[in-house]
């Protein structure tokens, strides 16, 4: 167990300091190397038989540490927040100097924000909070102090009321908005930039940037900001995933205005084109009303993110060969719902999801037709595949992953016709251009 000290700031943060033992340090190392021997092919051995220094060998000396490092990070930081009855808002900032070490003890520094605890003395109580709208004065406070840490003076004549163009598209930044944006992106850019050149320059990798985890979706000035930093920067990268208008939420078709998104998706299309790369559509699986659209605006080229849904069909198939199973995982899904939640944006409505006692079992399959109960077990894959009963032993995995070897074919039959299904439509999109 890690030991912990958690310090109150005046600003209302949380700072953690965490010092995790070697022995788990250790651990997680072991394991990068036991996944990555299955994960590679190499010659003459069989898949998580080859030894340990072949395996580094092939990924490199800082594979492991880079990977061991994350998993060491982010697995004993939700702990132990959790053990001290802490409840995280926003996305907390971790200070880690050093990459983990074998046979060390590991330290890291987080800070954080935390839940207000709030005792109410009645059960009628409303609480409105309306987004709160940052003023230009606000911002300009906050890139005055940033710029005395990194200056801007560079960026501000490339940007500050300049025009730039992508194709047919124009974008103009003005003072204030570039600050905004600066402000936005420009950590998040030096950052990407020192993963790119200490971990994926000179390998034959695809490096995708994400900007897709924001409050509100991306602007054009945005994306074409991010895009032209990390080329001038010389970061290689295959894709861009901004945030779009509406909503792509997990297993369900999009949700919002088709016309408003295609005429935003073709902007960001065009920007993609200028510098080179795809666009990449996030929780793209059974977007089945955009996918001719996002075809034939991008030509074709595009990335999709359709993992999710795979695992749905796996699921489905559980219920129509072994429902008894079926019912035990989708009612365990019911009572982790709440945990399940908080790692997605949902808008599931649990009582609209048929009981199970209402269902016979052949009418099981046709949970996965409905958007509630498809998100119900989308988000809670985790969860199932992780939950283990007192003596420490997989409740479900096991039995999961031993009846879909027994019924691979059926599994493969519906994934054809699933994903089938999805590039169908994706490739109407642009056949002929």
Sequence with gaps: MADATFTPRDDGTILLKAIVPAADVDKAIAEVFSEASKKYKIPGFRPGKAPRVMVENLVGPDYATALATDRVVNSTFARLVDEHGYRVVGRPEFDEESMVEEGKPYEYVVVFETRPQLELSGTDVTVSMPPREVTDAEVDAAYVADSQKTSKTELETLYCNKTHSAEAHTFSFSTEEFRRIALIYCAAIDFTERVYNTYIKGKPLEFEVSIDETLTPTTPEQHFFVANELTRRGVRF?????????????????????????????????????????????????????????????????????????????????AMTDPTLYREIHAFALTTFP?????????????????????TDEQLPQLFEQSDAR??????????????????????????????????????????????????????GFQGQ
């Design 238 to 318: 295959e894709t861009i995933a901004p945030r779009f208008c509406g909503e792509f939420q997990k297993g369900i078709d999009y949700i919002g205005d088709i016309a408003q998104f295609t005429r935003e998706l073709e902007v960001h299309a065009a920007i993609a084109r200028s510098f080179g790369y795809k666009l990449s559509i996030h929780s793209g699986s059974d977007k089945l009303s955009v996918y001719p659209i996002i075809g034939q605006v991008t030509g074709g080229v595009f990335h999709v993110k359709t993992a999710g849904t795979s695992w749905l069909e796996a699921m489905c198939v559980t």
């Design 375 to 428: 998100q119900l077990i989308h988000i809670s894959y985790g969860l199932i595949l992780n939950a283990k009963d007192k003596a420490g032993l997989y409740l479900f995995k096991n039995r999961l992953y031993s009846l879909w070897r027994e019924h691979a074919e059926l599994y493969a039959k519906r994934l054809e016709q699933h994903i089938g299904r999805h590039l169908r439509l994706l490739y109407e």
């Design 339 to 359: 945990e399940a939640k908080k790692y997605y944006h949902v808008t599931t409505d649990l009582a609209k999801i048929p009981a199970l006692d209402s269902l």
